[in-house]
C-alpha cells in the first residue's frame, strides 16, 4: 500500500505502525509518531493499523540549543 511518510509516498507491507517502524530500521528508537494528524504513544503503535493513503510522521528528537 501507499502512505504519505514525513511528505514523501512511500510503498510499505507493513499493516501497523510499529511494522512500519521496523521495516524503517527504527523499532528501537527514541520517536514521535503522528498517523493523519493524531499522536500515536509508543505503548500502541502496534495497534495502529496503517491503510491506504495515511499521512505518517516520524519525527526524531534534536539536541541542540
Given at each position: 500500500?501507499?502512505?504519505?511518510?514525513?511528505?514523501?509516498?512511500?510503498?510499505?507491507?507493513?499493516?501497523?505502525?510499529?511494522a512500519?517502524?521496523?521495516?524503517?530500521?527504527?523499532?528501537?528508537?527514541?520517536?514521535?509518531?503522528?498517523?493523519?494528524?493524531?499522536f500515536?504513544?509508543?505503548?500502541?503503535?502496534?495497534?495502529?493499523?496503517?491503510?491506504?493513503?495515511?499521512?505518517?510522521?516520524?519525527?526524531?528528537?534534536?539536541?541542540?540549543?
Amino acid at each position: 500500500m501507499k502512505i504519505l511518510l514525513n511528505g514523501a509516498w512511500r510503498d510499505t507491507a507493513a499493516g501497523e505502525l510499529s511494522a512500519l517502524l521496523e521495516e524503517l530500521g527504527l523499532a528501537g528508537a527514541v520517536v514521535a509518531t503522528a498517523v493523519n494528524g493524531e499522536f500515536v504513544a509508543a505503548a500502541v503503535r502496534a495497534h495502529a493499523t496503517l491503510t491506504e493513503g495515511d499521512r505518517v510522521e516520524v519525527l526524531a528528537p534534536m539536541q541542540g540549543g
